[in-house]
Structure formats: structure tokens, C-alpha cells
């Protein structure tokens, strides 16, 4: 049922998809726990899986774990609402509230004065995550997905800062807000 859906699932609804589909009568909890024990599918909040290629990171199995992978991977320093940003465009389902309480709450990271969210620890916590997340990848596996990562975070933080600009209004857009003054 991953392959066939472009986004991420609940479990009930792989189950039922897999009944319909299939004839496959999966109960709701033999179905969690083999998606959540099976590495190949991705958490992405709220009891949902799907592939990677669908969207969500590979390994983590909490928003703290999913900021962690970012943090690791990102080529620049990010604030909670580019992470927030980030999971978001991923497909995870969460709240933002949710997202600021695990970072909060993880041993692995604080949020500074400035806004920036930063890594303690960083590289006993790497390694703690990536065993984690990645028991078995060896070096050039670990330094490959923390590479693909980065290529999409850039992607998406580029998307995110040009949507922004100002130039992003479009041209027939009133520079100035209208409240409804009459000029005559």
C-alpha cells in the first residue's frame, strides 16, 4: 500500500487499503507494528508511514528525531520556523506547539536567545542518532543521506526566502493597503 500512495498513510488506513486492494484482513495493530518496526517505512507524525521517495525522512520516529536528522544535515544554522517550515513541506503531521515542546524537551538541543535552534553535543549526539536511526549504515551511507537531506532542505529554505520577497507580489497587487479611502 506504501508504493501506491504518494503520501503518507495511517495505519488504518493502510489496513483498509490493503483489504480493499487486496483481500488482506491486516488488524489495526498488527499493521502499527509493522509499520513503525519496519525501517523501510518513514514515521511522519500522527500513527502515518509512507517510502521515503513519498516524502518523509528516513529513520526518525519522533519530531525531536526528524529535527535532530535536519539540524545534522543542514548546511546552515535554522531557526524553529524553518524546521517547522521543513517537516511541514514533508508531510508531517504535527502541531507547531508539538515541534517547539520536543525541541524544548530533547537533551540534544536548545533554542538560543537568538532564535536559532543548535545541536548539544553535536557529535556524541550525532553518533547517538545515527545509531537511531541507521544501525547498520556504514560511513559513506550516513554522510550520503545526511547529503541527500541537505540538497532538499536548501531546496525547500530557497523556496520558502524567495516566496518572501518582495518581488514574490505579483505586479498587479496594490503596493499600498486599500481601507477603503474613495479618492474623488
Known amino acids: 500500500m506504501a508504493c501506491t500512495s504518494a503520501s503518507p498513510l495511517t495505519v488504518v488506513d493502510a489496513a483498509r487499503?490493503?483489504?480493499?486492494?487486496?483481500?488482506?484482513?491486516?488488524?489495526e495493530k498488527s499493521?502499527?507494528?509493522?509499520?513503525?518496526g519496519d525501517r523501510r517505512f518513514c514515521w511522519a507524525g500522527g500513527g502515518r508511514y509512507s517510502l521515503y521517495r513519498h516524502g518523509p525522512l528516513p529513520g526518525?520516529?519522533?519530531?525531536?528525531?526528524?529535527?535532530?536528522?535536519?539540524?545534522?544535515?543542514?548546511s546552515r544554522p535554522l531557526r524553529l520556523p524553518e524546521i517547522d517550515h521543513w517537516l511541514a513541506g514533508l508531510d508531517y503531521t504535527y502541531k507547531t506547539r508539538w515541534l517547539a515542546h520536543a525541541i524544548g524537551k530533547s537533551q540534544w538541543m536548545v533554542v538560543g536567545g537568538d532564535g536559532?535552534?543548535?545541536?548539544?553535543?553535536?557529535?556524541?549526539g550525532e553518533?547517538?542518532?545515527r545509531r537511531e536511526?541507521?544501525?547498520?549504515?556504514?560511513?559513506?551511507?550516513?554522510a550520503g543521506l545526511?547529503?541527500?537531506?541537505?540538497?532538499?532542505?536548501d531546496a525547500c529554505l530557497?523556496?520558502?526566502?524567495?516566496?518572501?520577497?518582495?518581488?514574490?507580489?505579483p505586479p498587479w497587487a496594490s503596493s499600498e493597503p486599500d481601507w477603503g479611502t474613495r479618492t474623488t
Not at 483489504?19 to 488482506?24: N, V
Not at 536559532?116 to 556524541?124: Q, T
Not at 545526511?146 to 532542505?153: G, S, T
Open 127 to 129: 553518533d547517538q542518532l
Open 31 to 36: 499493521a502499527t507494528t509493522i509499520m513503525a
Open 146 to 153: 545526511r547529503a541527500a537531506v541537505a540538497v532538499r532542505i
Open 60 to 74: 526518525p520516529r519522533t519530531l525531536a528525531g526528524a529535527s535532530r536528522l535536519t539540524l545534522h544535515a543542514s
Open 17 to 27: 487499503l490493503a483489504r480493499l486492494a487486496y483481500g488482506k484482513d491486516i488488524p
Open 116 to 124: 536559532y535552534v543548535r545541536l548539544e553535543s553535536a557529535a556524541l
Open 133 to 142: 536511526i541507521t544501525p547498520t549504515a556504514d560511513d559513506e551511507q550516513w
Open 158 to 169: 530557497a523556496e520558502r526566502e524567495e516566496s518572501w520577497k518582495p518581488s514574490s507580489v
